[in-house]
């Protein structure tokens, strides 16, 4: 079964920064796309950044100029570097795989953005 492990989250004050790190295993972690997710309580998850296994990535709006999604295939880890942090990034973040269905989550990792 594939475990994802997500660390790095806490509080921090508007416009600080964070990385935040998932470690992946009990799969070819190489091969897959990868994403980091966020839920805001009482919505639902949402992506909000995405690697190909090649490297490319994506960004929603909210997050663009502001969030870098990379991978270390040797560490199996995806990181996201989050900087100029809002109060409404505030979710417990979540990584996974993009386009493959690995029939679990991680714990998350909570992210407060608030002064």
């Known amino acids: 079964q594939v475990q994802l492990v997500e660390s790095g989250g806490g509080l921090v004050q508007p416009g600080g920064s964070l990385r935040l790190s998932c470690a992946v295993s009990g799969t070819m972690f190489r091969i897959y796309a990868m994403g980091w997710y966020r839920q805001v309580s009482g919505k639902q998850r949402e992506v909000v950044a995405t690697i190909s296994s090649a490297g490319n990535t994506n960004y929603v709006d909210f997050v663009k100029g502001r969030f870098t999604i990379s991978r270390d295939n040797a560490k199996t880890t995806v990181y996201l570097q989050m900087n100029s942090l809002k109060p409404e990034d505030t979710a417990v973040y979540y990584c996974?795989?993009?386009?493959?269905?690995?029939?679990?989550w991680g714990q998350g990792t909570q992210v407060t953005v608030s002064s």
């Open positions: 996974n795989a993009v386009g493959t269905d690995w029939g679990n």
